[in-house]
């Protein structure tokens, strides 16, 4: 988050429930378009990661805002067999 961001708060929330694990990071760094596609592969390697595990990946961000990151895993031991369908882009 530091490196790319340019932040000076940033906020890490780790949620478990019996249906799923979530992890939400936000920060008030400088922010991005995720419309627009980058040179690198952090964006996509997140969400080939999320989708691996069967798992749904979020991207809010707006230029000059910071930025939000949501990943929701579902607990296997919560009966659920099938991933979640994919996130839509972003």
Same mark, same amino acid.
């Given at each position: 988050? &530091?490196?790319?961001? @340019?932040?000076? +708060?940033?906020? #890490?929330?780790? @949620? ?11 920060? +008030?760094?400088?922010?991005?378009? $995720? ?11 997140? @969400? %080939? *990661?999320?989708?691996? &595990?069967?798992? *749904? #990946? %979020? ?7 910071? =930025? =939000? &990151?949501?990943? =929701?895993? /579902?607990?296997?031991?919560?009966? *659920?067999? %099938? $991933?979640?369908? $994919?996130? /839509? $882009? =972003?």
């Amino acid at each position: 988050m &530091i490196k790319h961001s @340019r932040l000076t +708060n940033a906020e #890490i929330e780790f @949620r478990v429930d019996d249906a799923q694990l979530a992890l939400t990071m936000s920060d +008030n760094g400088k922010g991005f378009d $995720p419309s627009v596609e980058s040179d690198g592969h952090g964006l996509m390697s997140m @969400r %080939e *990661r999320s989708q691996a &595990i069967g798992g *749904r #990946i %979020e991207f809010v961000s707006q230029q000059g805002r910071g =930025t =939000t &990151i949501k990943l =929701t895993v /579902p607990r296997e031991d919560h009966g *659920r067999s %099938e $991933p979640l369908p $994919p996130s /839509p $882009p =972003t």
